[in-house]
């Protein structure tokens, strides 16, 4: 026996695993999908759809079936492998596939928009992690594709009142431009019809101490209701909307206070206006619609300038590609075309449009945006050239090892987006706190209301919409967000990047400093600066040939200072070379055994005078020949930075696993505290550790790699920029500039501002609060003058944001 299903009417085998009582009688339902869009329906109070359809309801697989078929068609192309590459970055972690992409959402009004949506995706199945910066509105998204899609991801956005699209120059531009365009259209209008209702206003004010005829009075109040409409309807719209959606979701915010303001004010006055009694507040309505429209234009263009940073970075991105074919010929691809293994030609001047190796001898790449690195970077057959860099001199060969989401250029985006997105833990109390504000002050509009029956009935309803007006958390709402989102662009800008939550308020609470030696004080490229001759049977030049042939075929540091500044097609034959752990290297040159590596591997007959510097010796099976002292050369900026940050409080801490004489000796220069050498990963973890144990927050420096248990084990940790760490994205920060340390500097003055400002922007917000709604309560603020302190308060919250960006004032 089988039945059919109420909802969709495909059969049913056997008992309805589901039913929904519809007039008092269960009606089976073939699946929970189907079941909840009856309910729905159900609820809505839409039964007619049943009894007049003129075919059967398709079977909903998610909450899809609440979107248009068209929509969902349309979204569902983002799972197709070859359109979702463009955006999607995939890695594996242990046993889970994970997508990571940056969205961009539309329809964004306040925070409390974006803990909703939050709040609801984050429950979807398979969403490891989904993060808005309100600021931007754009998200970072985090998710298993085995457990869910892309499209219903962005199918249950849609389905909150929200607009969802990932990310990309273009889409974000247009949408930008529609915002644009459309908040200024609605501020305009409630300019120009809030400035007539003023003027209306004026003279009803000065009507009621000077006399007014009942006839003029009568016109005027007429007249203000007529230049409200636009401003009540069409501007004040984008409120209702925001409003209705809220409440659909079971959500109290700033927007319900809002459109309950407008639309009690609107429908008192009118009423007055009808039957000519009590007194009318369009010109307040007017106003706080006119002034909240003012605040959001000015907080746009603050989002906006916002993106500039990131989408500054992404128009250096190419968008054509020139691919080689078989027959020596090439064409042009557009960037999303390109596949890997794909052999592509890059002119002079041009970006490399993703990741590869290079296929010639060798090539000039400028860097500088993914590194830091201000001066052009040689690259040899087989290196790593990276998209987004700048191809310098002459057409390069590459062959594609990355593409779309998965190139060091968008993951460096991503990073941003994650830093961008996540809340710390103070932004999160503030949500939290708004949200419960809405929730108190609409019960003590209630409250007002009731009491003021008591009072005086007839300034009752007056007393309560100051309350309303007044009450209104924006300022509270925007304190948070805007700061965050305005320290990590200045952050940016000055070359580093936050990957983590939290990294402002962790950052702008440091007390120690500890930092690494190689690499990070200093270059990280060994110099040879000293040579010592030992023989008289061998010129200099000809023991650097021969200790260049010998480790030639090493990638050690080492090496690669004897490489520097020589020719390597002028070699000697070096055989049976053997690399001889923690010695050094050794081979046959002409029948001759060679040795180059450590002093202590030599029988040496006598003690040499080695002052600082690591010490590289050269020798026979027959004597010693010749001794080359190596060094690693501070930064440029390593002495100035260093005072600043001691002159500024900090402890400063040197671990590092050279030779503790080394160290000793780079310090003197320096003047740090506390420097250590010869340490092991292991004593680095413990000293950190102990700092901590004693009170002390801690930001570690470090190669990311090596340090990698003691930059986990660090409050801050922050990453020297390299290629590599770009991929991996280990640290909490990244300091782009490489080759100084003056962005840390820079960074830390940043965070302590933009604590510092939000902690204002918290302390002002709630003491306006405070301090105006009693006096609204006790009847002592107007209307329109609540209106008035309301929008001037959220825009002095926006204005203190903007301090940050105002240079180095502490």
């Known amino acids: ?108 009004v306040c925070a409390a928009c974006v803990w909703l949506i939050e709040h609801q995706i984050k429950q979807l199945p398979g969403v490891r992690k989904f993060d808005i910066n309100y600021s931007t509105h754009r998200a970072y998204l985090e998710f298993n594709p085995d457990q869910v899609q892309l499209s219903k991801v962005l199918l249950a956005i849609y389905n909150l009142g929200y607009e969802a699209t990932p990310y990309d120059e273009q889409t974000q531009q247009k949408k930008l431009k529609a915002e644009r365009q459309t908040l200024l259209l609605e501020f305009g209008v409630a300019a120009i019809f809030s400035m007539q209702v003023m003027m209306f206003s004026f003279g009803l004010y000065f009507g009621h101490y000077d006399g007014i005829s009942d006839g003029s009075r009568l016109i005027l109040r007429w007249a203000s209701f007529i230049m409200a409409i636009p401003c009540v309807t069409y501007s004040s719209w984008t409120f209702y909307k925001s409003a209705y959606y809220d409440l659909k979701n079971k959500r109290l915010t ?48 603050a989002r906006h300038k916002a993106l500039m940073m990131t989408d500054h970075v992404l128009k250096l991105k190419p ?141 009752a309803f007056e007393v309560m919409l100051s309350v309303l007006v007044v009450s209104c958390p924006c300022a509270l709402a925007l304190a948070t967000p805007s700061a965050i989102s305005t320290g990590n662009q200045v952050m940016i800008e000055k070359g580093l990047i936050g990957t983590r939550s939290g990294t402002i308020e962790a950052l702008s609470q440091v007390t120690d400093i500890v930092f690494d030696k190689t690499g990070t004080l200093t270059e990280g490229n060994l110099t040879l600066v000293k040579t010592q001759l030992l023989t008289d049977r061998f010129s200099e030049d000809q023991l650097m040939l021969i200790a260049r042939s010998l480790e030639a075929s090493s990638n050690h540091p080492i090496a690669s200072a004897f490489k520097k500044g020589h020719r390597d097609d002028v070699l000697l034959t070096v055989t049976d070379v053997d690399n001889i752990v923690g010695k050094g290297l050794e081979g046959y040159i002409d029948g001759v055994n060679y040795r180059i590596g450590r002093v202590d591997w030599f029988n040496a007959s006598r003690d040499y005078d080695l002052d600082d510097g690591i010490w590289i010796a050269l020798g026979s099976n027959e004597e010693l020949l010749a001794l080359y002292c190596l060094k690693d050369e501070l930064k440029s900026d390593s002495i ?34 506390h420097a250590l050498g010869d340490q092991t990963p292991e004593d680095k973890l413990a000293y950190v550790t102990a700092l901590q144990q004693s009170g002390k927050i801690v930001a570690m420096l470090g190669d990311g790699i090596n340090d990698a248990p003691v930059l986990a084990q660090a409050d801050v940790s922050i990453a020297i920029g390299q290629g590599a760490l770009l991929t991996q994205a280990t640290a909490d920060m990244i300091l782009m500039h490489s080759t100084e340390l003056t962005p840390l500097l820079d960074g830390i003055k940043v965070a302590k501002r933009t604590h510092k400002i939000i902690i204002q922007n918290l302390a002002w917000a709630l003491l306006y609060n405070i301090l105006l709604l009693p006096a609204a309560m006790m009847g002592f603020i107007l209307p329109w003058m609540a209106a008035l302190g309301m929008s001037l308060s959220s825009l002095l919250v926006i204005g203190n944001t903007l301090r940050i960006r105002e240079g180095d004032k502490e």
């Open 254 to 301: 700033m927007n319900v206070n809002i459109s309950l303001a407008i639309i009690l004010g609107t429908l008192a006055s009118i009423w007055n206006t009808i039957f000519n009694v009590g007194e009318i507040y369009f010109e307040s309505v007017t106003m706080f619609g006119f002034l909240l429209l003012g605040a959001r234009l000015i907080e746009m263009n």
């Open 1 to 108: 026996m089988s039945t059919q299903c109420f909802h969709c009417t495909q059969p049913i085998h056997g008992d309805a695993p589901f039913y929904v009582t519809i007039k008092d009688q269960p009606q089976p339902m073939c699946c929970s999908g189907c079941k909840a869009v009856c309910e729905m329906i159900r609820d809505s109070g839409l039964l007619h759809y049943y009894e007049f359809r003129t075919e059967a309801a398709l079977r909903p697989d998610s909450i899809g079936d609440l979107v248009p078929k068209e929509l969902r068609d349309e979204l569902s192309f983002y799972d197709h492998p070859e359109i979702a590459k463009q955006f999607v970055s995939s890695q594996t972690e242990g046993d889970e596939n994970l997508s990571r992409l940056s969205l961009i959402i539309d329809n964004i």
């Open 319 to 459: 968008h054509i590609a020139e691919r080689m074919l078989s027959n020596g010929q090439s064409e042009l691809i557009a960037v999303n075309q390109i596949n890997i293994g794909d052999v592509l030609r890059v002119k002079p001047g041009e970006s490399i449009p993703t990741d590869g190796i290079l296929l010639q001898e060798t090539a000039w790449v400028d860097e500088s945006l993914l590194t830091g690195e201000s001066l052009p970077v040689e690259k040899q057959r087989h290196d790593e050239v990276i998209g987004g860099a700048i191809n310098q001199e002459q057409s390069l060969l590459m062959k594609v090892t990355k593409v779309g989401g998965d190139t060091v250029f968008s993951q460096m985006t991503l990073m941003i987006e994650r830093a961008m997105s996540e809340k710390p833990k103070f932004v999160k109390l503030a949500d939290l706190v708004s949200t419960w504000f809405v929730l108190i002050l609409i019960a003590a509009c209630i409250g007002t209301y009731v009491a003021w029956l008591f009072v005086d009935d007839a300034r």
């Open 640 to 673: 100035s930075v260093i005072e600043s940050l001691k002159a500024a409080g900090y402890t400063l801490h040197i671990l590092s696993g050279d030779r503790t004489e080394t160290v000793q000796h780079m310090n003197q220069r320096l003047g740090i505290d």
